[in-house]
C-alpha cells in the first residue's frame, strides 16, 4: 500500500492561492477530507503562519486549533523549517522548543522537519523537541541535483535523520525535478538502510512528478503527497484523484474512500472558483525550464516582481541562467526557503551589476556558515573575497545564539497574553505587535476584488 497525505489545507493553496485561503474555508473542507482515507492532512506551518497574520488578520494558533477539532480520523501535519521554525531566521534553542511543545499541544500530529541546506545540525533541536512531545518526526532530505548530490550523500542522510529518532523520511521535491527513475533507485536504496517508512514530496512545475509518484511507489514509497483536483498540479502537487485512481486495484492500493473523495472534490471547486482571481496562469503551466534552472515557482515569481521593479524584466532569461552559477558558488545549496530566495537575489544582483560585485547580507551569511554547513565546501579564495575580514563559522550555527524567551516576555509584557501570543511576536515581531494589538486590517477578499 502506499497511501496519500493531502495538502489542499497547506502547500496547494500556499502554491496557486499565494497561501490566502481562509480559516472559514479550511474549516469547512476539513471534515470532508477526514473522510478519505488519508495517511495525513497537511495543514499547517511553511507560509500560512505568516499569511494568516500579514494578510488575513488571523490567529495561525486558532487555525490549527479548530482544523484539529473538524479532523477526528486523520492526522494533522506540519512543515517546520528546523531552527528557522515558520520564521525567516535561526531561532535560539528555547523558542524552538516551545514552539514545537505549544504546536504540538494545539493539534499538530506529525511534523515534517527540514533544513534549506540539509544540515542535520540545524533539525537536531526541533527533532528532540517532537520526541519529547510524543509525536511523529519525519525528517527531510531537500532534494536537488548537483556532482555532490549522490545516492549515496542522500542514503547516508537518510541513515543520519533515523539515527536522530525520525520516525519517517521525507524527499521533498520542491522544485518537481525529480526524474522517476531517479526516484526509483533512490527510494529503493533509502528503504534497504533505513527500515522506516519514506514519504515522497513533488511539484507538478515541469510535468513529470505524476510518473515520479508511481515510480516510487514501486520503489517502495509508502507516502505520497497529492493536492485535491481543484487546486492540484501546476505548481502544487499531483492530483489526488488521479494518484488514487493509478493505484486502485495495484499492490500501491491507498485505501481512499472514492465517494467521499467526490464530495470533498465538489466542495474544492467551489473554493476554487471563489479564489480564482489569485491564479496566475503561468502557476499552471507545464514550465520544463525548471530542469535546467532549478528554480521552484515562487522564486519564479519573485525574481520577476524584482526585474519588473529594477525595469529589467527583459533579462529574465539571463537571471536565469545565472542560477547554476551562483549555486556552484555558494557551494550547491537546494532552492527552497531561504536559500531560494538568497540565490535567486543574488542573480540578479550578478546580472545587473557584475558577477559578486555586489553581495546581498543574506549571501554573506550564506557564505560566512550563519545558515549551517553548505552541500560542498565553498571555494576559500571566494570566501575571502565576499567575507573580507571576516572568519566563517563552523560550528552550529544556534550555538552562537542566546535564549531569547525571556527577553522576548519582557519586551512584548504589554501584549502577550499566553505563550502562543509570545511566539506569534518572536515570528513576526511587527506584524504579530498590530495583530495582538487588534490594528490588523484583513486585505480584500478575492471574491470582493473580482466583485
Wanted: aromatic share 8%.
Amino acid at each position: 500500500m502506499t497511501k496519500i497525505t493531502e495538502t489542499a489545507l497547506r502547500d496547494a493553496h500556499q502554491s496557486l492561492f499565494a497561501t490566502r485561503m481562509r480559516t472559514e474555508d479550511i474549516i469547512a473542507g476539513a471534515p470532508l477530507l477526514d473522510k478519505v482515507g488519508f495517511a495525513s492532512l497537511e495543514a499547517w506551518g511553511g507560509a500560512t503562519f505568516d499569511s494568516c497574520l500579514r494578510f488575513l488578520a488571523e490567529d495561525p494558533w486558532e487555525r490549527l486549533r479548530k482544523v484539529k477539532a473538524a479532523t477526528a480520523n486523520t492526522p494533522i501535519q506540519m512543515l517546520l523549517r528546523g531552527q528557522n521554525l515558520v520564521g525567516y531566521r535561526n531561532y535560539a534553542d528555547d523558542v524552538v522548543t516551545l514552539f514545537v511543545e505549544l504546536a504540538a499541544k494545539n493539534g499538530v500530529d506529525i511534523f515534517r522537519v527540514f533544513d534549506a541546506l540539509n544540515d542535520t545540525r540545524n533539525m537536531t533541536c526541533a527533532l528532540q523537541a517532537i520526541k519529547k512531545a510524543g509525536k511523529h518526526a519525519q525528517g527531510t532530505i531537500s532534494y536537488t541535483t548537483s556532482p555532490v548530490h549522490t545516492t549515496e550523500k542522500f542514503v547516508a542522510l537518510a541513515k543520519d535523520l533515523k539515527d536522530l529518532g525520525c520516525d519517517s523520511i521525507c524527499i521533498k521535491d520542491m522544485s518537481g525535478i525529480l526524474f522517476p527513475r531517479v526516484a526509483h533507485d533512490k527510494i529503493k536504496a533509502i528503504k534497504k538502510t533505513v527500515d522506516i517508512p519514506v514519504v515522497l514530496h513533488s511539484h507538478c512545475t515541469a510535468g513529470i512528478a505524476p510518473i515520479a509518484y508511481y515510480a516510487g511507489a514501486e520503489a517502495g514509497a509508502d507516502i505520497v503527497d497529492c493536492a485535491i483536483s481543484p487546486i492540484g498540479g501546476g505548481t502544487a502537487q499531483p492530483h489526488t484523484e488521479s494518484i488514487a485512481w493509478s493505484f486502485k486495484d495495484t499492490p500501491f492500493d491507498a485505501g481512499i474512500d472514492f465517494a467521499a473523495l467526490d464530495e470533498a472534490t465538489a466542495f474544492f471547486k467551489e473554493i476554487r472558483a471563489k479564489y480564482r482571481v489569485l491564479i496566475d496562469p503561468i502557476s499552471e503551466q507545464v514550465d520544463t525550464r525548471v530542469l535546467t534552472y532549478q528554480v521552484p515557482g515562487g522564486m519564479l515569481s519573485n525574481l520577476v516582481s524584482q526585474l519588473k521593479a529594477q525595469g529589467k524584466l527583459d533579462r529574465l532569461e539571463e537571471v536565469l541562467a545565472e542560477v547554476p552559477r551562483v549555486r556552484e558558488a555558494l557551494g550547491y545549496p537546494p532552492l527552497v526557503t531561504p536559500t531560494s530566495q538568497i540565490v535567486g537575489t543574488q542573480a540578479v544582483f550578478n546580472v545587473l551589476m557584475g558577477s559578486f560585485k555586489v553581495c546581498s547580507k543574506e549571501t554573506k551569511d550564506l557564505v560566512a556558515g550563519k545558515y549551517g554547513r553548505t552541500p560542498a565546501p565553498i571555494d576559500p579564495e571566494f570566501q575571502k573575497r565576499i567575507l573580507k575580514n571576516e572568519e566563517p563559522i563552523t560550528c552550529r550555527p544556534a550555538d552562537l545564539l542566546p535564549p531569547e524567551l525571556d527577553t522576548l516576555r519582557k519586551e512584548y509584557a504589554d501584549l502577550v497574553k499566553s505563550d502562543e501570543d509570545l511566539l506569534t511576536l518572536a515570528m513576526n515581531p511587527q506584524v504579530g505587535r498590530d495583530f495582538l494589538a487588534g490594528n490588523s486590517v484583513a486585505e480584500k477578499a478575492p471574491w470582493e476584488e473580482d466583485a
